[in-house]
Nanobody, 120 residues
Framework: QVQLVESGGGLVQAGGSLRLSCAASGSIFSLSVMGWYRQAPGKQRELVAAITTGGTTNYADSVKGRFTISRDNAKNTVYLQMTSLKPEDTAVYYC??????????????WGQGTQVTVSS
C-alpha cells in the first residue's frame, strides 16, 4: 500500500509563489508517473502537471511557464513550484501516483489534497 501526503498549500496574494510537496511511502515511487491535479469548487478535477520516471514533464496550458513539476527519487517526493499565481489557480491540489506495468492492473493512488487559495 502507498500513502501520499501533500503539504505546502495555503493563502497567497496574486503574483505570489508556493511550493507543494508530496511524499510517498513504499518502494514504487521511482517506478511511477507522478502528477498534480486540482479541483476548484463546482469544477471537475483537472491535470496540472505530470512527470514520468525519466523526468519528462507535461503541463496544462493554463500553467505553462508558471508552474514547474520536479521529483526527487531519493526522497520519494514530487514537487510543484507555483509562481505568478492567479486567483483562478485557487483549488484543492492533489498528488497522484500511477504505477503501470505491462500485463498488470495499474496501481493508482491519490493524496488527501491541499488547499491553495490565491487572493486578488
Amino acid at each position: 500500500q502507498v500513502q501520499l501526503v501533500e503539504s505546502g498549500g495555503g493563502l497567497v496574494q496574486a503574483g505570489g509563489s508556493l511550493r507543494l510537496s508530496c511524499a510517498a511511502s513504499g518502494s514504487i515511487f521511482s517506478l511511477s508517473v507522478m502528477g498534480w491535479y486540482r479541483q476548484a469548487p463546482g469544477k471537475q478535477r483537472e491535470l496540472v502537471a505530470a512527470i514520468t520516471t525519466g523526468g519528462t514533464t507535461n503541463y496544462a496550458d493554463s500553467v505553462k511557464g508558471r508552474f514547474t513539476i520536479s521529483r526527487d527519487n531519493a526522497k520519494n517526493t514530487v514537487y510543484l513550484q507555483m509562481t505568478s499565481l492567479k486567483p483562478e489557480d485557487t483549488a484543492v491540489y492533489y498528488c497522484k501516483l500511477d504505477y503501470t506495468r505491462r500485463y498488470y492492473e495499474p496501481r493508482i493512488y491519490w493524496g488527501q489534497g491541499t488547499q491553495v487559495t490565491v487572493s486578488s
